[in-house]
């Protein structure tokens, strides 16, 4: 399947790296389509990586590297020498500025940190105090703020003075502070249209704003801009002193993130986001941590099996049925993982919720465990010509069935509760249940009729 | 787990209904956390829940169906009567507005669109002939435009005149159209602020503005969001006529939206989005839709068993290595396609980079193939305490990791240029895939070499 367009936009880069045009790069990075450049800088070679921000000044570098997934941001970043990475790094907006140097090993973060200007610095240092997820981690420190004292007229004095900073900003509230930095109101700019100059801000602007906490989650400040219809919230300690602003945009964001982050982890990738770009150690051991884990679950799983081993040998039509059995109730059970995942995702269940939960996947259970058990029966006895088979693994199935919908649909409950990822554990405590008693069920239910099987 | 403040919170809102007190439920909804709220009005019954809607204003019951999942609003919105369907669907956002009554059974849509103002009608019906992911499913027609003739003293005195409308809008910008509704620019609010009343919006606004094609698919439209820091971005038809404004936060939750739904549809649930209140046959019948397909395969994939039977029954040992061969190589497999699926979302590959990802992910298959194999062997060899039991059981596992991993990097490539769903179909093509080879490793590698298993 060759995509000729991008082979060609790739050709194009290189050979605009190569002749060292830098002037061919700019040409290249404004007229191709977003995901056409993404794609282009993701296939060259490390170097060339290195030598494309090079060519690019501080500020187009800074779009750039904001353009791409934090993980290649930072490795992109990290081969710089330390001042060229200060300087790349000043440019980015506050929030996605500490998250890429979060990324990067400590040495290197603290390097660049310190070569950056004080003010910068800090602000990056305060940012990454918090955790990546809450509202000090999400917000951006470029905002405006005036004394509740100073008048309209000195606000839009102030914003024609800077219009060339604030350019920069996404500016669509002023927020108003009292002595020691405490916020007291909010002025939207559709309000400085309609005030006279002379107006104290402590007149204009709206009271008692509404205000996150800084140490919010992401699940509250989801809620809050589910709720309000806002561009950003401004965000303030514990005494009430604003410290920055979280934008709605960049909680969506992170919400996106963290639903892809649960979904790698259900898949298997859990030490961290991976990217084929990275080196193939790093990749090799990060899915084999998981699968290690996995294995020895498989191993204590099948070890039902090895307990039986007189049964299977007595029937051995029985080992065809027995990784039908693990994988469909395996199915049946994700199922039912995921929807209790999405329910709690909306917010429409709770640990609280057990029971219920139980009681709504158990009649799924039943009903499904009953028509797939009936399908592979009838298989086993027209396989074999033997009806006690059928039976056999048509009740094994079924029964099978309706206990993997019910720890399906409860285990990321209980694992909620006990504080930890459902996203994590779900699978593979799911699959190792399902897998043992599958086997239990084939093999001692074959056990009681086995001379009903055997003649 | 007991959670009394959910619990109680849900015999609140019960309460109040019971005793229709409405005051009783207006400020039980405004003092509950939102998702406390939700929760709740997912426990009451269907017919409290119609009782519930009645109790509150057209507008405070429009906020209220608009924060809840749309499956959710749509059959809540179903059971009303026509026109009070309409009455509240008509105080929500257009968008919102279209997508509900799109999830409504066609004759029940038709009837409340024909109980609508016709504008509104017009609007939602020409939103609903969009598809739900294109600019024209996620736009808004609640924007300002204004005659490119008309002056700032024009759209102020609008501004001031329509205040109370407007304030409804999420007002960021203005639109500049010429003759024919065409858009010519667009004026920032601050714009506004800076401009002389008798200027024409022709000389103040910012021409060719930034905008997308109303048939702009989701990811161009998150493309641009990700280059471009706006709040909207207007939309505009084949003849260049203004139609809508797409909002970056509307953008970004349909992102969320959609990579939920291919999370849903890789754990089997691929009959539409489910909700465990909905009804027990619905359920169980799209559950059932997806897991006969799979069974149908499993069964395919375990008649290589039924081959190989003599083999087995000579090496019974051979059965407990079946299933754990089978879920590992399945576990292996999903690493390399969640990757895929990942970077395929980033923009990082496309079909044409089919060779590449199977040169990166052969490299570790080759290295957790050789790892997990040589697990896998010595406790097959330590166990029966025959080597080649163990060299059987290590060969199979390692080849067939290499091949899963293959497979699952390269399948959802292959699917996506098929122009199929990567999300819906890798998982049961890998598994069916990856357990016939497993199987039919570990069975014709014992049968070559089964005087040594045996002896």
Redesign the interface.
């Known amino acids: 399947?060759?995509?000729k367009s991008?082979?060609q936009s790739i050709d194009d880069l290189q050979s605009a790296l190569a002749s060292s045009d830098s002037q061919a790069i700019v040409d290249f990075l404004d007229s191709a389509?977003?995901?056409e450049a993404?794609?282009a800088i993701?296939h060259l070679s490390e170097a060339d990586q290195s030598r494309l921000l090079k060519s690019l000044s501080w500020e187009e570098a800074a779009d750039l590297v904001d353009?791409l997934?934090e993980e290649q941001a930072a490795r992109m970043i990290e081969r710089l020498t330390v001042d060229e990475a200060a300087a790349i790094v000043s440019e980015m907006p506050s929030n996605e500025r500490a998250d890429v140097i979060a990324r990067l090993p400590e040495l290197e973060a603290s390097a660049i940190l310190d070569a950056m200007p004080l003010a910068y610095s800090r602000a990056a240092r305060r940012l990454m105090s918090y955790p990546a997820d809450s509202a000090g981690g999400l917000m951006i420190t470029e905002y405006l703020s005036y004394h509740e004292h100073q008048t309209i007229g000195d606000v839009?004095d102030d914003?024609?003075i800077h219009a060339d900073r604030y350019r920069r900003y996404?500016?669509?509230y002023a927020y108003v502070v009292a002595d020691g930095g405490k916020l007291v109101g909010v002025l939207r700019?559709?309000d400085?249209?309609?005030s006279a100059p002379d107006d104290r801000l402590s007149a204009a602007m709206i009271r008692e704003p509404l205000s996150v906490c800084d140490t919010a989650q992401l699940?509250v400040l989801e809620?809050f801009?589910?709720?309000h219809?806002l561009?950003g919230v401004p965000a303030v300690d514990d005494d009430g002193r604003l410290v920055g602003v979280v934008r709605?945009?960049d909680v969506?964001?992170a919400?996106?993130e963290r639903?892809?982050r649960?979904?790698?982890k259900?898949?298997?990738?859990v030490g961290g986001?991976?990217?084929?770009?990275m080196p193939?150690r790093i990749?090799?051991m990060r899915?084999?941590s998981?699968?290690?884990v996995?294995?020895l679950l498989?191993?204590v799983?099948?070890?039902v099996?090895?307990f039986h081993?007189d049964t299977?040998?007595a029937v051995?039509?029985l080992?065809?049925?027995?990784?039908?059995i693990?994988?469909?109730s395996g199915?049946?059970g994700?199922?039912a993982?995921?929807?209790t995942?999405?329910?709690l995702?909306?917010?429409?269940?709770?640990?609280?919720d057990?029971w219920?939960?139980l009681g709504?996947e158990a009649?799924?259970g039943v009903?499904?465990g009953l028509?797939?058990g009936v399908?592979?029966g009838l298989?086993g006895w027209l396989?074999q010509g033997n009806v006690m088979l059928g039976v056999v693994v048509a009740a094994a199935l079924a029964i099978n069935t309706l206990v993997a919908v019910c720890f399906g649909g409860s285990i990321p409950?209980?694992l909620r509760?006990l504080g930890q990822d459902p996203a994590l554990a779900s699978g593979p405590i799911l699959?190792t249940i399902t897998?043992m008693s599958g086997?239990f069920l084939v093999l001692t239910l074959a056990g009681a009729v086995l001379p009903y099987l055997t003649s």
Chains 1, 2 share one sequence.
């Open positions: 399947m060759p995509d991008s082979r389509e977003p995901a993404v794609h993701s353009d997934p839009l914003l024609r996404d500016v669509q700019l559709r400085l249209l309609l699940e809620r801009f589910g709720r219809t561009f709605s945009t969506e964001q919400a996106a639903s892809s649960s979904f790698l259900i898949m298997g990738i986001d991976e990217l084929r770009s193939l990749r090799s899915r084999l998981w699968l290690s996995n294995i498989n191993i799983a099948a070890s099996i090895a081993q299977l040998a051995i039509a080992a065809v049925f027995l990784p039908i693990s994988d469909m199915c049946s994700n199922q993982v995921a929807v995942m999405r329910e995702a909306l917010g429409f269940i709770n640990p609280s057990l219920r939960v709504k009649a799924v009903i499904n028509a797939l399908l592979l298989v396989w409950l209980v509760a699959t897998d086997f």
